[in-house]
């Protein structure tokens, strides 16, 4: 299941939306990020991080999405951080009697009876404006914003050059962008200039879903990410291969759709009220 990316840095690709989850090795075990999606495919997962040698350790969620907070009784009850932010939101969404029923409206349908209930985002948030993930392994960056949703974090594995991006980045997904914030689309061209800041230092990028980037595929991403976004922006219709005909997944220019719509109206309500 697990494919070696970089030193000491493994992914597990999912067949559910290249959904990739992340084993950091380290001197005493193993950080695991965003492990998904499935019951079996968790376990089986668990079963080859065993086979490592080292016992997970520790865990992060980059945000709390509900395929981005998983866990397995395998994994044992190592802690599992995510920002502040992100895990109060998430304790926000475990606080209604009707928490499950919620998510699984927004279940593959394909996956919905497969798919772990029970660990579901028990996130320890660290505290605010954390820079760092604490563990013994290699120093990793946090790296904050609200892109995507609140307490989004994308992680810098500094010494092995590899970004964990988080739902940022993709190669198959264009910008889903956090229509709740009171300004997405700066706060999305804000992230993207974080990740310019550290792309020098970059020599693999990894989505939260989609294909392993190098480093020039980075910079593209970006660019085409920005261009996406600042399209929506400017009112015209972006250039982009994930939207539209040629899109790699035949329900994205929907969500196009929705998030053009939805920025609309958000626009006029702002416009009324202010």
Do not use: C
């Not at 019951?39 to 865990?59: K, Q, S, T």
């Not at 980059?62 to 009850?77: A, Q, R």
């Not at 951080?81 to 927004?106: F, H, N, Q």
């Not at 804000?190 to 310019?196: M, V, W």
């Amino acid at each position: 299941m697990l494919k070696q990316v970089a030193e000491g840095v493994l992914v597990h690709e999912s067949e559910f939306l290249q959904s990739n989850a992340v084993v950091v090795q380290g001197a005493d075990g193993v950080l695991l990020i965003d492990p998904g999606i499935t019951e079996n495919e968790l376990a089986a997962l668990a079963a080859e991080i065993r086979g490592l040698g080292r016992p997970v350790v520790a865990g992060f969620s980059t945000h709390p999405d509900w395929d981005h907070v998983l866990w397995h009784p395998d994994f044992g009850d190592a802690p599992r951080y995510g920002t502040a932010r992100g895990a109060s939101s998430i304790r926000e969404v475990l606080s209604k009697a009707d928490w499950k029923d919620r998510i699984a409206e927004g279940l593959p349908p394909e996956h919905a009876d497969e798919i772990p209930m029970e660990l579901l985002g028990l996130i320890t948030g660290l505290p605010a404006q954390a820079e760092r993930i604490p563990w013994s392994g290699p120093s990793i960056r946090i790296i904050e914003h609200r892109a995507h949703a609140p307490g989004h974090a994308a992680l810098l594995i500094e010494d092995r050059g590899v970004l964990v991006a988080g739902d940022m980045l993709s190669d198959i997904l264009m910008p889903f962008l956090d229509l709740e914030a009171a300004d997405p689309i700066e706060d999305y061209l804000d992230a993207l200039r974080l990740f310019e800041d550290v792309a020098n230092d970059v020599a693999v990028v990894i989505p939260g879903h989609g294909s392993v980037g190098t480093r020039d595929q980075l910079r593209t991403r970006i660019e085409l990410d920005r261009a996406y976004t600042e399209a929506l922006r400017d009112g015209r219709d972006p250039d982009d291969p994930r939207v539209g005909p040629s899109a790699p997944l035949y329900w994205l220019s929907d969500v196009h759709e929705w998030q053009v719509q939805r920025l609309a109206a958000k626009t006029a309500s702002d416009k009324a009220s202010g």
